[in-house]
Structures are given as structure tokens and as C-alpha cells.
């Protein structure tokens, strides 16, 4: 079975050199690290890697904008229960946590020393709302023994880049039956994916909307909704503005990228 980790980007701005290293350890599918500056942490598998990156004084504030983007999801649906595929160091988490506190949030992570990890240097909130489950996430999905959600979010990615289980007709048809009928999937997937039109036809067999941003990272974000939403521009706008405040950074980066996928 593939490593499915969190999505990777490049170190941004200073290399490995200017952060300390707090933590470093390695499992059977390679290192881990934990750095850090004054005012971030990071998790890295490996040389010039970032997986996932905390400002410690505003932890719910997301420092990828793939993660920013994978937000605008909250402009159709507020959801009262979620899965997450991929933990990294639980940024989604914060920012769903800091915009409602009561949803039941399921995070699925392979790495077991991950989700160490993430509770002891990510801040990763506890209590009865969130549940980590140690598992492959397409495994996860094969079982189908959780309850219907309303949101899936998915960054599953191996050592080559996108894990291909994210996008084959068995892993999106899985997700899609775990989603409520009003509900969404939101992929995480590269730039290159943009002019995948086998894939967008797999997701309009279980989805009536697909809509999707090209982030400044290169990242090429998917929400797939199973109800079409006609909100005009001006109405999305005046939502984000809105939603902005909730989540306490700006969406308007994303939403200029933001655009149904055809």
C-alpha cells in the first residue's frame, strides 16, 4: 500500500538552515522532523519539505493557501460533521475548530507518529468533537462503516506526488457515499490535474456541481458538490467577505481563482 501523507510543498522563503530542529525521528516510510523559527513550526518528512506549517501565536490561521482554498468549501455548506484524510499538523483542524467549535470532526492519518506529532507539537485540540483514527484513508473509505458527513476533505499524497487512489473512480465513489445528499468532497490535488477531464467526468457521475481554484502554490483545489448552488458573484463576494471575518484571514485570493470546472 502507498504512503498517503499530507500534501508537500517547498520550504518558503528561508531554507532548512535558518530553523532549529525540535524534533527528529523516522517510521518505515521515512523521517520526520519537526522545525521551528520565533514564530513557526513546521513538519517535514524530508530535505526542503514542508508539510505542514503553524504560526504559533494564531495556530487556526492557515499558512498554505491549498489549505486556504480547501476552506472556501464553508461558503456552501457549514457542516456539522467532517472527515479529514490526512492529518499533517491538523491545520484544517484549527481552522474548523476556530470557526465552529461544535463539529465532529474524524481525521484519518497513516503515520501513527504523525498524530504523536501533532498533538505534541501542532497544538492539535482534544476532546469528545474530534476522533483520530490511525488507518490508511482509502481503507477507511473501503469500510464504509462511518456515519455520513458533510463534508470530506482529502490531501492524500505519496513520496511521487498525488497518491492515484485520490483520483480513481473506486476512491471518489467511496467518498461519495459517505457524503450527505447536500454535501461536498474537496480534493487537493496538483495544477496538471486542471486539464484532467477523465477525472472531472468521474466526479459529475456522483456530483452535480464541481467547481475548483488554482492556488499560487500550484495546487489545483476541488469541491464537488452533490446539490447545484447558483449564487451570483456579488452573493459569493459579500459570503467570503463574511466568512473572512469567521475564519480570521482573507478568502479573496482564493475566490479570484475560484471557477466551475467544465
Known amino acids: 500500500m502507498a504512503c498517503l501523507i499530507l500534501c508537500s510543498v517547498p520550504l518558503s522563503g528561508k531554507s532548512m538552515t535558518d530553523f532549529q530542529a525540535i524534533y527528529r525521528s523516522e517510521d518505515e516510510f521515512g523521517p ?21 506549517k503553524l504560526l504559533k ?16 468549501v464553508l461558503l456552501y455548506k457549514k457542516p456539522k ?8 499538523g491538523g491545520g484544517l483542524i484549527h481552522a474548523l475548530r476556530h470557526f465552529d467549535r461544535a463539529i465532529k470532526i474524524t481525521a484519518v492519518e497513516l503515520r501513527s507518529a504523525v498524530i504523536d506529532i501533532a498533538q505534541r507539537y501542532f497544538q492539535l485540540p482534544s476532546g469528545k468533537k474530534l476522533t483520530l483514527i490511525h488507518q490508511d484513508a482509502t481503507e477507511f473509505l473501503v469500510q464504509r462503516e462511518h456515519k455520513q458527513v458533510d463534508v470530506i476533505f482529502a490531501d492524500i499524497y505519496g513520496a511521487d506526488g498525488v497518491d492515484e487512489n485520490q483520483l480513481t473512480e473506486t476512491f471518489i465513489a467511496n467518498a461519495a457515499s459517505l457524503i450527505k445528499s447536500d454535501g461536498y468532497l474537496v480534493l487537493n490535488c496538483w495544477k496538471e490535474h486542471s486539464k484532467d477531464q477523465q477525472l472531472l467526468s468521474l466526479l459529475q457521475i456522483h456530483f452535480a456541481e464541481v467547481r475548483a481554484c488554482l492556488t499560487g502554490g500550484g495546487n489545483w483545489v476541488i469541491l464537488a458538490g452533490k446539490v447545484a448552488q447558483d449564487i451570483s458573484s456579488s452573493g459569493l463576494k459579500a459570503q467570503a467577505q463574511q466568512l473572512s471575518l469567521q475564519l480570521d484571514f482573507p478568502l479573496s485570493r482564493s475566490l479570484t481563482r475560484f471557477e466551475l470546472w467544465q
Open 57 to 72: 501565536s494564531a495556530p487556526h490561521i492557515p499558512q498554505h493557501t491549498y489549505l486556504q482554498a480547501m476552506l472556501l
Open 81 to 88: 460533521r467532517v472527515i479529514i484524510l490526512g492529518l499533517g
Open 32 to 52: 520526520l522532523m519537526v522545525l521551528e523559527d520565533k514564530q513557526m513550526r513546521i513538519l517535514s518528512f524530508g530535505d526542503n519539505d514542508e508539510q505542514s
